[in-house]
């Protein structure tokens, strides 16, 4: 399995960006992109798990708990609407960040809350708050 389990960096939780620490689940088949992500999350004080293929973000879904999602609309050409409909059915709020514009997303992602690539990182702390607002926190 290529899925990843990162650590949160030993720093002091940064309250402002969410309010509370967040088990995130990022579903992203860029590498690069994977490793800002997942950089950025952890100075934000965030817990995440991360997979770049269906399979193994499936895994992780049926495995573990999450707060919140970060996905990417696509992976390898292949649509991740299997992930959401499993992160859905967990109560897992999702959040899609994809270089599709709002207009191009499938219909399956179309009432989601939207980060384009290249993401700015205030939208993305922006969409975690919305998240953990939503989850009040129940998940706890």
């Known amino acids: 399995m290529q899925a990843q389990r990162t650590q949160t ?3 002091p939780f940064e309250s402002e960006t969410v309010g509370r620490r967040l ?18 999350l952890a100075r934000c004080g965030h817990d995440c798990a991360q997979a ?28 991740t609407d299997p992930v959401l409909r499993a992160l859905q ?12 514009t709002r207009h191009e997303l499938p219909p ?3 009432g989601l809350r939207h980060v384009e690539k290249p993401f700015e990182e205030s939208a ?3 969409a975690l ?6 989850t009040n926190g129940l998940r706890r």
Request: aromatic letters at 6%.
């Open 23 to 40: 088990r995130i689940l990022l579903v992203e088949s860029e590498p690069i992109v994977r490793l800002d992500m997942v950089e950025f």
């Open 9 to 11: 960096l030993q720093q």
């Open 124 to 126: 993305v702390i922006d």
């Open 89 to 100: 059915a967990k109560g897992v709020h999702c959040v899609v960040v994809t270089a599709y």
């Open 52 to 79: 770049c293929t269906i399979g193994d973000a499936l895994e992780l879904v049926h495995a573990q708990t999450f707060d919140a999602a970060l996905l990417d609309v696509s992976l390898h050409d292949k649509l």
């Open 129 to 134: 708050q919305d998240c953990a607002r939503a």
């Open 108 to 110: 399956a992602f179309a």
